[in-house]
Structure formats: structure tokens, C-alpha cells
């Protein structure tokens, strides 16, 4: 009688057993199929950049440059759409910029890296249009450590200064337009603000002494690569905000929006779109770059490399206003 109940249980048994184990290879089949799948969906999504046109309103921008168009250009990271990038610079000529700047970033600093894809993205850009460089951290890197990448910062600036490119490093430059200006700057954050995890705080008076005087008259862009202290730039006097630096927060989530920025920060108050703000009475706009490349952690999810048409409009009245399309 033991006998037969010992061996009643062992089918039992060997049949939970059989049961638990299709399961799991059926959950592992299931999963793997989802990765490979996801997998997929991110490499289709890497190698096809989408087009977004934002028109920006003020009261404080010129009549000479209602309807002035800026290709706005970030985080390419070495990545080439198609041979020489030629169906990224197709889509930039068929959109008729004034101008082209570039939010940082282009290059992968990240080891030694071919500086040819973003230079020869540059010459082609440079031939037909004014380009207003701000550097990103990985620019900034080059520089910093050259016990790594030598003299590559050096010989990447001044490619792109024989090319005609505005390098704008703590510095701006007036554009002109029918005998009116506007003003773009580019700003070098210091290393602190690129720290991993959190943001640390930026000294009030920190970006007036980096960049000089803020609002002084005329309508000011600003090229910052970190979008974390746009409530700063907008106090500083930026009437619009050009920065990337998050990726779209690489995965993002319906409602919750991008997941993690390359700072491991997790589900960022910004991470790629329109944003405005009022600081201190002074109103500001940002477009905040998904970028075009990655680099490290090389996924897209939900998040589509990014071309971006800036268009300026005149507003009558006062303040500013920004609208996505």
C-alpha cells in the first residue's frame, strides 16, 4: 500500500514537474520573441530620423525675421544616415533654412573616434548655409582629456573653422537680416553640471559672469546642450533655448514620457519637445532635442532620432509664445 502511494506521488510530482517546465520554456520562448522583437523596433528606429517643425512667436523678435527658419541639429554621434548622411542633408535642403546650429555633441568621445562623419556633415552643411556650433559635453571631454584623444579636439575645431563654421564657446555672435539682429550664444557648462545622477546647483550669478549680460535688447537664442537649468537660462535672458543632451530620455513611455537620460535620471522633468517658462517676469521658450545618434547604451524605444525646423514669427503684443506642429 506505501508503495503504491509513493509512486502515485512521484507521478504526481513528475508531472507538476513537466507542466512547470513547458511553462517556463513557453515564458522563455515569449520573451525572447519580445526582446528579439524590441530589438528590432529600436535598430529600425535609429536609422530613421522624423522631421519636427516648431514655430516660435514673440513680441520681441525683429520684422526682418518673421519667418526666419533654423535647422536645429544635436547629438549625432558619429551616425550617418545613408552614405555621407546624404537623406539627413536632403531633408535639411528641402526644408529652405536660413541657418543651421548645432546643439553639440556630434562627435563620440568615447575612446579615440573618426572625427570624418561629422566633418563631412559639416562641410556639406557649411557650403550652403551659415552654422552656429555650441559645444556638448563630448566636445568639451576632447578638450579636457587629452591624455586620451591627444590633439583631436584641436584638429576637429579647426576643421570646422576652416569650413566657416561659427564655433561658439562661451561666446555669441550677432545675425543680421535687413538691418535688424538677433543674437545667438553658446554655452560651455562646466563639468559639475554634467554630474551623473541628480543636478547640482547652478550660482546665481554663475551664467551672467560665464556669458555676460543677459537680456540687453535684442532677441537672444541660446545654445545649451543640457536642458536641466532652462529655468536658469530663461532668467539669465534667453528668449529661446536650443538643447539636447537627454536622447528623449531613450525609451518612452506612453504618459510617463522618456525613461532615463545618459546622467541616470529617471523619468527627467524634460526630455524631449517644447517647453516654456516665466522667470523673474522674463518669459523663455525650449526645444529640447531627442537627437539623432547614440552612443554606450544604443537603444531607441518609442523615440525616434529628431530633425528640427525652428521657425521665428513675429507676434504682435507682448511676451511669447511657442507652438509645436
Known amino acids: 500500500m506505501e508503495c503504491r502511494i509513493a509512486s502515485a506521488s512521484n507521478l504526481c510530482y513528475n508531472g507538476t514537474m513537466k507542466n512547470i517546465k513547458e511553462l517556463l520554456t513557453v ?36 520684422e526682418a525675421f518673421d519667418g526666419y527658419r533654423i535647422i536645429f541639429l544635436a547629438d549625432l554621434h558619429n551616425h550617418s544616415f545613408g552614405p555621407e548622411n546624404g537623406r539627413l542633408l ?25 572625427l570624418e562623419v561629422p566633418l563631412r556633415l559639416m562641410e556639406a552643411l557649411a557650403a550652403d548655409y551659415p552654422v552656429y556650433y555650441g559645444l556638448g559635453n563630448h566636445e568639451q571631454r576632447m578638450d579636457r582629456e587629452r591624455e586620451i584623444y591627444g590633439n583631436q579636439y584641436d584638429i576637429y575645431m579647426g576643421a570646422l573653422k576652416e569650413l566657416g563654421v561659427h564655433i561658439l564657446r562661451n561666446r555669441g555672435e550677432y545675425i543680421e537680416r535687413q538691418g535688424s539682429c538677433i543674437r545667438v550664444d553658446g554655452l560651455d557648462l562646466d563639468r559639475r553640471f554634467y554630474k551623473k545622477v541628480g543636478k547640482r546647483p547652478m550660482p546665481p550669478s554663475w551664467l551672467e559672469k560665464t556669458l555676460g549680460p ?23 535672458g534667453a ?5 539636447g543632451h537627454f536622447h528623449g530620455g ?69 511676451g511669447s509664445k511657442a507652438e509645436s506642429v
Open 90 to 114: 536632403a531633408a535639411i535642403r528641402a526644408l529652405r533654412p536660413d541657418c543651421v546650429m548645432v546643439g553639440g555633441d556630434m562627435v563620440v568621445a568615447k575612446g579615440p573616434k573618426s
Open 239 to 243: 528668449d529661446l533655448v536650443l538643447a
Open 27 to 62: 515564458m522563455a520562448g515569449c520573451s525572447a520573441a519580445a526582446g528579439a522583437g524590441l530589438l528590432a523596433r529600436s535598430e529600425y528606429e535609429r536609422k530613421h530620423f522624423q522631421t519636427d517643425i516648431y514655430p516660435i512667436r514673440s513680441s520681441r523678435l525683429p
Open 214 to 236: 543677459g537680456r540687453i535688447g535684442e532677441y537672444r537664442i541660446l545654445l545649451a546642450h543640457s536642458p536641466l537649468y532652462f529655468r536658469e537660462y530663461v532668467r539669465w
Open 250 to 318: 531613450t525609451i518612452r513611455l506612453p504618459l510617463l514620457g522618456g525613461v532615463m537620460t545618459p546622467n541616470y535620471m529617471f523619468f527627467p522633468e524634460y526630455d524631449r519637445g517644447l517647453y516654456q517658462a516665466r522667470e523673474e517676469g522674463r518669459r523663455g521658450a525650449m526645444i529640447l532635442s531627442a537627437g539623432l545618434g547614440t552612443h554606450s547604451i544604443n537603444i531607441r524605444l518609442n523615440n525616434p532620432p529628431q530633425l528640427i525646423l525652428v521657425e521665428l514669427r513675429r507676434r504682435h503684443g507682448t
